[in-house]
């Protein structure tokens, strides 16, 4: 045994030897997801789209995922004219600039029958041996030019009332680095759930507002802290401190409530908490939204206003679209009234909305609206005019990386093209 260096105790000498567990270290992970949305295409009509030849498409409206902008293509005839127009074909394409984009798609012709057998080609959750798809460019496309027999289709579920419905899923890889780093948990917020309780129990309260047959108790200073008119009312020049009730006659009880809670939370509150006062008239969402944009518009509350032009955007189908278009107008929405007046203009929504009692109450009410509806169809047109146009001149940039024989094809990363068996 070697001797002890001397003037070293035996407690020294086992600490000199002792290797601490976090003496140098550390770490760090790249993480590969992907980022995925969906959207659903509905052809309505489709016996009068046949006949429109190969190579013909019917476009849905671009949706965006991950970062860029996407769309579906139906091929009535087929996209391939060698096939006699006995298939049709669906691809989705990349719709905005991009270069090397690496995605996975899901791509679902819905049975509309009792079985509910969905057509699907997915990959999503299964083993890919080449990786995601490579989408090169703007105008890259993945699909099937043939996706299903015509003759197949025609006689089956998936067409129900001369209409299809395609259900499109994008998954868009991302790629994200992680270092070395320490958290603390931090609670989240609970300051919009003090303030509902303060607004409940009623402490401190010192006005109170008188709504048809319901009264509301509240506090002047945290309405006129979210509120411009509140403020003026009660603190302005011409406001009056000393007021301690309020009859306000414009604004239903309910949606008044609704308005107050979003006053004090600062969140539109779920409808369980005021569903009991909810007049009959005003049952449906979307009624109840255009209420609340009114009420919020009246108050200046633009965070509010701005929810419920969101949820009515959501809303918007060929029987409430008049009425929300002639709210938008008259509270001042212009983001609003425009989804209004795109969502009209489209061929397959403009007769149905012509038809509808809610439409010839905005022609009388608001006449000026037709002249807006002239107008922003004729830009559509010209733009679908413009987009024919490159297509036949071949600087179209649609349509370049194209599956064939019914099977998806792509390009791998390391730039050879893949044939996939579906």
Sequence with gaps: MSPKPSGTSELEERLGNFKPFSESGS???????TVDGS????????????GMGAGKYIMSDT???????WAIYFYPDGKNPEDNSMY????IALASEGTDVRALFKLTLVDQGEKGNDKVHSHFDRPLESGPYT???????WGYKRFFRRTLLETSEYLKDDCLVMHCTVGVVQTRFEGSKQSIIVPRSGMGQDFKGLLETGVGCD??????????????????ARSPVFRAQFFGL???PCINEVVVEDIEPFIFKVMLL????DELPDIHDVVDSVPLPMCTHTAMMQHLLAAADLYNLDRLKSLCESKLCEDISTDTVATTLALAEQHHCPQLKAVCLKFIVNPSNLGAVMQSETFMHLNESCPSMLLELLETFASADEKSSQTLSRKRSGSSIYGQDLAEEGAAESVNPNGRRVRRRT
């Design 27 to 33: 770490c760090s992970r790249s993480i590969s997801e």
């Design 39 to 50: 959207h659903q295409f509905t052809v309505k009509g489709y016996s009068l789209a046949k």
């Design 63 to 69: 949706f965006s995922v991950g970062g860029y902008d």
């Design 88 to 91: 049709v074909s669906v691809f």
């Design 135 to 141: 989408l090169k460019y703007r105008g890259s496309m």
């Design 207 to 224: 006005i109170l507002f008188k709504v048809k047959n319901e009264s509301f108790k509240a506090h002047k200073l945290v309405l006129a």
């Design 238 to 240: 011409v406001g009056d």
């Design 262 to 265: 979003f006053v004090y939370t």
